[in-house]
Structure formats: C-alpha cells, structure tokens
C-alpha cells in the first residue's frame, strides 16, 4: 500500500483568488487522480494526473480552472482558480500502484467566501 | 458512461444488527467493484473489493456480493458496531485494479444505534 499525504487538510478562502492543494505519495505510483466531493454528495473525478504531460480533464472540468501538475511518480498539485463560493468542496487525491488497488489522501475542505 | 446507483441513501440500525447496501450499475463491462467507507472529515478508505470472476467474497464481518447477470452488488455488514457508522460508497470500473477511472455511487450514510 502506499501513504499519501494531501495538504492543507482545510482552508478558508476569499473569492477570486487561487489554491493549490498538494499531494505527496511515498512510493512512485503509476496514477494519480483528483477529485471533487461537495457537501453530502458523492465523489466526482476531475482529472486525471499525468507524469510529464498535461492531465486529462473529465466533462465539465478545463485547464483553466483546475491547472494540475505531476512532475514525478510520487507528486502532484491540484489548483483551484479564480475561486467562487460554488467552488467550496472537498477535493481529494487518489493514487494507484501498477495492478493493485488505489487509495486516497484524506482531502482538503475548502470554503470560499 | 459507466451510472451506478446506491440505494439506500440512509440506513439506521440497531448494533448487532445486520445492515445491506445494494448498487447496480449499467455497463456490462465493468469487472471490479470496490466498497469504500468514509468517516467524518477523513478520505474514503478502501473495505473490500470484489472483481467479475467471483460471486461473493467475505472478510470477517463484511462481506460483497455480486451479480453479473443483473448487474448489481451488495455490501453486508453483520453484527454491527458503533463505530461502523460512516458513509459507505461503492464504486465501479471496467479495468482491474486500482489504475482505473472509478464511477461512484451516490453513498449510504449508515448508523448503527445503540
């Protein structure tokens, strides 16, 4: 299994600005993902991570909006952009070994204000 | 696309009694199946997993059940206990193991009441 670690756990933002959210695993992993989960609902993937190369953005997430970076097998950034109140969510990294099974840093509640 | 959908939304019981969770999804190609539970403020954690090949599997008070030919899977929990209060989701993909774009279904928050 691998350990990852997502920060910050919460923040507290103004509406308009930006947030990077961090997630650090401690074995190189093949896939990383993020995904978004507003309050009671379930998990909705944003993209999908990839090593070297721009991410792949599911229906109704872009670039713009949720810029992601992987510039290696154990690390990758989530920006949250231009934020506004519909944006407060809790975002959640996930990461996958080659063939087993993936598991999930423990999120990051945003609130924008 | 893959659609699972979870039913029920919530579910109360007595500790010590059993509590199901059933999903069924729409994309016949799916062959695994995974059971997360997600406790308040924490990310889902992974409880059991079943793939295509098999019909149930069981850990200890925890056990999945599925039917291909239907298309839908159960979680059981027997005996609950306090602390198997949380949100369950069950998730499905068409890719074995975890290197996979997984659908989730919508989340059961389950309470176990003394």
């Known amino acids: 299994s691998a350990v990852i670690s997502q920060k910050p756990s919460r923040d507290i933002c103004q509406r308009g600005t930006s947030l990077t959210i961090q997630c650090q695993v401690d074995s190189q992993v093949t896939m990383m993902f993020w995904y978004r989960q507003q309050p009671g609902q379930s998990l909705t993937l944003i993209a999908t991570a990839n090593q070297g190369s721009e991410a792949t953005y599911e229906s109704g997430f872009v670039i713009d909006k949720f810029p992601i970076s992987r510039p290696n097998l154990t690390f990758s950034t989530l920006t949250v952009s231009n934020m506004s109140p519909e944006d407060s969510s809790i975002y959640l990294c996930?990461?996958?070994?080659?063939?087993?099974?993936?598991?999930f840093g423990q999120g990051t509640r945003l609130t924008v204000v | 696309g893959e659609n699972v959908e979870q039913h029920p939304s919530t579910l109360s019981v007595q500790e010590g009694d059993s509590a199901v969770i059933k999903c069924t999804y729409s994309?016949?190609?799916?062959?695994?199946f995974p059971w997360y539970k997600q406790e308040l403020g924490k990310g889902p954690q992974l409880i059991i997993d079943i793939r295509s090949n098999v019909g149930e599997k069981k850990d200890q008070r925890i056990a999945v059940t599925l039917n291909k030919t239907a298309k839908h899977f159960s979680l059981h929990i027997t005996e609950t206990q306090p602390e198997d209060s949380a949100v369950y989701f069950c998730a499905a993909s068409n890719e074995r193991g975890g290197g996979n774009k997984l659908t989730f279904g919508t989340g059961t928050q389950l309470k176990v009441e003394l």
């Open positions: 994309d016949s190609a799916s062959n695994y």
């Open positions: 996930r990461a996958a070994l080659a063939n087993t099974e993936a598991f």
